[in-house]
């Protein structure tokens, strides 16, 4: 045969009639490129088995609208004269092949052609896809882990919520004045009051209540003078188990403003301790107290707008979230605990003792006196109930 009647000047005089470039054969073939090359430039022995090269040339023909027996018999002579590649004897499709032969080749070349599409383009938009639908579940997956750990650290409740649910914070009724390390707080409670307090709010007077009659006559109530006004108004409707005078006398002092300053320089810390969700908890209007145990143990004894006084010995590692219209806050070894107040970093005030009272806001504390939560026989009091219920002062 000569060389003008081979499949590759065949193909390429077809190509260049219909005016298409060897690049678009390929991208409507899906044939690579080189295999096109070799096949127009006659090099078989270049391409894979026959089997293969006999589907490129049907997808060639048909992209190019060339007789396909034509161009089979001109691959099959192509190969016979070609010494380097095998001969094959093949005989005419339709005109010398039987019918199951033939049907078995047109399978075989349509697997073929699928095959090389599939590999060629679908293949690799799918693991494509497969992979970024990896990463992302893998971003929501640990999105979601995150997010899951930071809810565990806060229930949605305003007036307290206690982070960690297995943490050994102890319970509010246990009895905090017969453990060993909590009669150091009681002391320390004391020498808050004598020693710093008084030196906060520059010897201010003492706030004391009004002497009361043990047993008050109901006939003679008319004829008793009114008390003094005091900050604490409300206390006079209290309601408390004990009798009048049955609790020892205690000195009151008014409750300092500046108990705390607002650290402007702790964008790292907060990085590394308040998390998303307890930042997102504040609103305007409610304050939000955030404290973490991160060196030491800190006993803690609180009250969120006027509820159950609470006291806890707030464990290394822990953490303890408090929201509420007014938050008050008594703390032992204070400087063991970061507090976050309306999601920043606060400074306490320096004491001595290592014992602290704080309200918030802190412009309330004009309507409070120190010590905030007197103890007698292992109960807390408020303030104002202890105040209304105690001995007079002593002559």
């Given at each position: 045969?000569?060389?003008?009647?081979?499949?590759?000047?065949?193909?390429?005089?077809?190509?260049?009639?219909?005016?298409?470039?060897?690049?678009?054969?390929?991208?409507?073939?899906?044939?690579?490129?080189?295999?096109?090359?070799?096949?127009?430039?006659?090099?078989?022995?270049?391409?894979?088995?026959?089997?293969?090269?006999?589907?490129?040339?049907?997808?060639?023909?048909?992209?190019?609208?060339?007789?396909?027996?034509?161009?089979?018999?001109?691959?099959?002579?192509?190969?016979?004269?070609?010494?380097?590649?095998?001969?094959?004897?093949?005989?005419?499709?339709?005109?010398?092949?039987?019918?199951?032969?033939?049907?078995?080749?047109?399978?075989?070349?349509?697997?073929?052609s699928i095959v090389q599409s599939f590999f060629n383009k679908n293949i690799m938009i799918?693991?494509?896809?497969?992979?970024?639908?990896?990463?992302?579940?893998?971003?929501?997956?640990?999105?979601?882990?995150?997010?899951?750990?930071?809810?565990?650290?806060?229930?949605?409740?305003?007036?307290?919520?206690?982070?960690?649910?297995?943490?050994?914070?102890?319970?509010?009724?246990?009895?905090?004045?017969?453990?060993?390390?909590?009669?150091?707080?009681?002391?320390?409670?004391?020498?808050?009051?004598?020693?710093?307090?008084?030196?906060?709010?520059?010897?201010?007077?003492?706030?004391?209540?009004?002497?009361?009659?043990?047993?008050?006559?109901?006939?003679?109530?008319?004829?008793?003078?009114?008390?003094?006004?005091?900050?604490?108004?409300?206390?006079?409707?209290?309601?408390?188990?004990?009798?009048?005078?049955?609790?020892?006398?205690?000195?009151?002092?008014?409750?300092?403003?500046?108990?705390?300053?607002?650290?402007?320089?702790?964008?790292?810390?907060?990085?590394?301790?308040?998390?998303?969700?307890?930042?997102?908890?504040?609103?305007?209007?409610?304050?939000?107290?955030?404290?973490?145990?991160?060196?030491?143990?800190?006993?803690?004894?609180?009250?969120?707008?006027?509820?159950?006084?609470?006291?806890?010995?707030?464990?290394?590692?822990?953490?303890?979230?408090?929201?509420?219209?007014?938050?008050?806050?008594?703390?032992?070894?204070?400087?063991?605990?970061?507090?976050?107040?309306?999601?920043?970093?606060?400074?306490?005030?320096?004491?001595?003792?290592?014992?602290?009272?704080?309200?918030?806001?802190?412009?309330?504390?004009?309507?409070?006196?120190?010590?905030?939560?007197?103890?007698?026989?292992?109960?807390?009091?408020?303030?104002?109930?202890?105040?209304?219920?105690?001995?007079?002062?002593?002559?």
């Amino acid at each position: 045969m000569e060389e003008n009647n081979s499949i590759g000047l065949l193909l390429k005089n077809a190509r260049e009639a219909r005016d298409l470039t060897l690049e678009d054969v390929a991208q409507k073939t899906k044939i690579n490129i080189n295999i096109l090359r070799a096949l127009e430039n006659n090099d078989l022995q270049d391409l894979p088995n026959i089997a293969y090269v006999r589907g490129f040339v049907k997808s060639y023909s048909k992209v190019v609208k060339l007789d396909q027996n034509q161009a089979m018999d001109s691959l099959n002579a192509t190969y016979q004269i070609n010494k380097k590649a095998p001969v094959v004897q093949t005989q005419k499709i339709e005109l010398n092949s039987s019918e199951e032969e033939k049907r078995q080749e047109e399978i075989q070349e349509s697997l073929i052609s699928i095959v090389q599409s599939f590999f060629n383009k679908n293949i690799m938009i799918g693991l494509g896809v497969l992979l970024i639908l990896i990463v992302v579940v893998n971003a929501l997956v640990n999105w979601f882990a995150d997010l899951n750990f930071e809810r565990k650290e806060i229930t949605e409740n305003k007036t307290e919520n206690i982070v960690e649910p297995q943490s050994v914070l102890k319970e509010a009724n246990e009895n905090l004045l017969e453990m060993a390390a909590a009669k150091k707080f009681a002391q320390e409670l004391a020498d808050e009051v004598k020693e710093n307090e008084t030196a906060e709010v520059e010897k201010a007077p003492p706030v004391v209540a009004k002497k009361e009659k043990t047993e008050p006559r109901p006939e003679k109530k008319k004829e008793e003078p009114k008390p003094e006004p005091k900050p604490e108004s409300a206390e006079n409707t209290i309601q408390v188990t004990r009798e009048i005078g049955s609790l020892p006398y205690e000195q009151f002092y008014p409750a300092p403003s500046n108990m705390f300053t607002i650290n402007k320089n702790a964008e790292d810390i907060k990085k590394e301790l308040l998390p998303q969700s307890i930042k997102i908890a504040y609103r305007e209007g409610i304050e939000s107290v955030y404290l973490v145990a991160d060196s030491g143990d800190t006993w803690i004894s609180y009250q969120t707008d006027g509820g159950d006084i609470k006291r806890y010995v707030l464990k290394q590692g822990r953490k303890l979230y408090l929201s509420g219209e007014e938050v008050l806050l008594f703390l032992g070894n204070y400087r063991a605990t970061k507090i976050f107040y309306n999601n920043e970093l606060i400074e306490v005030n320096p004491t001595n003792s290592g014992v602290r009272s704080l309200i918030f806001p802190p412009e309330a504390a004009k309507d409070h006196v120190l010590p905030l939560f007197p103890v007698y026989q292992g109960k807390s009091y408020s303030a104002k109930e202890y105040r209304a219920k105690m001995q007079p002062k002593p002559n």
